[in-house]
């Protein structure tokens, strides 16, 4: 049974452009989580999804970031227009329902 | 705003020695605390813990936890150099949100 799987591990971008980081859960978990590690700080949750519905997105700015996790396929953190304060790891977990959430590896996101 | 503290921020140690990691938190509908080791990469899961008072132990790691005093330890016994790692506590509310602590850096000197 494979982990939590994100791609990429490592992204570069430029200012302005978008950024697309992909998590695909634990074969079973149709719960997923993603949370950012900004440098020096600890992980701070951003948004929970289940499959198609958004459940909770209070951590996530109000603009330029957007989560979904669709039927088919992984579930998908998109940024546009990066800036720098956007350089971060990105990290996903997955869970059944009410249960211990496994991370990925990561995405690590260096805007230029 | 749910706040999650660990103490030390950070500790080196000897190959042999024990080491103990705290975390205190303050959480409007707790439901469990949990547990990771970070290396460089996926924060690990170790344990997660409802109960006050029972110990859960997974080779030379234990934790406990106390619902009453809002904390809980972390313990690593005979520590070896692949202890090393960042020590990541996490207190789940009933929202199912984790909420983590800022991390303790261990190092296991040979």
């Known amino acids: 049974n494979a982990g939590v799987m994100q791609n990429p591990r490592h992204l570069v971008r430029r200012r302005g452009q978008e950024a697309r980081l992909r998590c695909s859960p634990m074969k079973g978990h149709s719960h997923v989580y993603w949370y950012r590690q900004l440098p020096e700080e600890g992980l701070k949750f951003m948004v929970y999804?289940?499959?198609?519905?958004?459940?909770?997105e209070s951590g996530m700015p109000k603009e330029r970031f957007s989560a979904e996790f669709p039927k088919e396929g992984p579930s998908i953190l998109r940024i546009q227009q990066v800036v720098r304060g956007d350089s971060a790891a990105y990290f996903c977990a997955s869970s059944p329902r009410g249960d211990i959430q496994y991370f990925g590896a990561g995405t690590r996101l260096s805007v230029l | 705003e749910d706040k999650v503290v660990q103490s030390p921020l950070s500790l080196v140690v000897h190959e042999g020695d024990t080491v103990t990691l705290n975390c205190s938190y303050e959480v409007t509908n707790f439901r469990s605390l949990l547990w990771y080791k970070q290396e460089k990469k996926a924060p690990t899961f170790l344990f997660m813990l409802t109960s006050s008072g029972i110990e859960k132990k997974s080779g030379r790691l234990s934790s406990i936890l106390d619902k009453k005093e809002l904390f809980s330890i972390l313990n690593i016994t005979a520590t070896q150099t692949g202890d090393s790692a960042v020590y990541l506590c996490a207190v789940e509310a009933n929202d199912y949100k984790l909420s983590f602590g800022a991390g303790t850096t261990v190092t296991v000197r040979a």
């Open positions: 999804l289940q499959k198609e519905n958004i459940i909770d």
